[in-house]
């Protein structure tokens, strides 16, 4: 069954401090891989896409993401949060051959000042 | 340029009213996906058109709920008649084909 795993409800980190969220999937086709942002009362935003090529991505806003097949995983990092990072994070896996996207149920992010 | 844009924002009726929910996709976009995102079943995706067409309405819920997209610069999601386990926020979003969503900011709607 193709799923995507998003083992941590919530997360509390403090400004300045590095950010690892996590990204497990299930997925049957060669995978494309992204990760959302959202925040409070607004739509998702695309901050980052992989599908092939280099397994290490760069986003927007300071965030990348690392491919790793052997693993099924596709967590997304950043080395020093900021306070406006504070937002949910949605996971989401598709196939070119597919426009159907699946996403994660996310991660909450808390900041503490 | 514009992104996707959706009206209205806020959407409060009663039980059995109907609802209409609209959206602008982004120009050149030929795919268009309605959503809708609770907080106990997350994101789900209801209808997907391409090129105006709909491919796949497996999610949409039951016949209350019906989409249609007249041409590629519009489409809305109607509810009728509108129950309150049908409050949530229904997103839009629009695609070139490249696999990545542009998602509108939502429309909250909350059924009394």
């Known amino acids: 069954a193709q799923s995507v795993t998003q083992p941590d409800i919530h997360i509390t980190v403090s400004e300045g401090a590095s950010l690892e969220l996590r990204c497990n999937y299930s997925?049957?086709?060669?995978?494309?891989l992204f990760w959302y942002v959202q925040s409070p009362g607004q739509g998702l935003q695309l901050l980052l896409k992989y599908f092939s090529g280099d397994t290490l991505v760069q986003g927007i806003k300071g965030f990348e993401a690392e491919f790793k097949r052997s693993q099924s995983s596709f967590n997304l990092r950043k080395p020093s949060v900021h306070w406006s990072d504070a937002a949910e994070y949605f996971c989401a896996v598709g196939a070119s051959s597919s426009y159907k996207l699946i996403f994660g149920s996310g991660t909450r992010l808390l900041v503490r000042p | 340029d514009a992104g996707v844009i959706q009206s209205p924002r806020h959407e409060v009726t009663e039980m059995g009213q109907e609802v209409t929910l609209r959206c602008k996709p982004i120009s050149g976009h030929n795919s268009l996906f309605w959503y809708r995102q609770t907080m106990m079943r997350g994101l789900e995706l209801l209808i997907y058109f391409n090129n105006n067409v709909p491919i796949d309405d497996s999610g949409m819920p039951e016949d209350r709920f019906s989409a249609k997209m007249p041409n590629a610069s519009f489409s809305t999601l109607k509810i009728q008649p509108s129950e309150p386990r049908d409050s949530a926020v229904y997103f839009c979003?629009?695609?070139?084909?490249?696999?990545?969503?542009?998602f509108g900011e939502g429309s909250r709607l909350t059924v009394l």
């Open positions: 979003a629009s695609s070139p084909n490249t696999g990545e969503l542009f």
């Open positions: 997925y049957g086709a060669t995978p494309y």
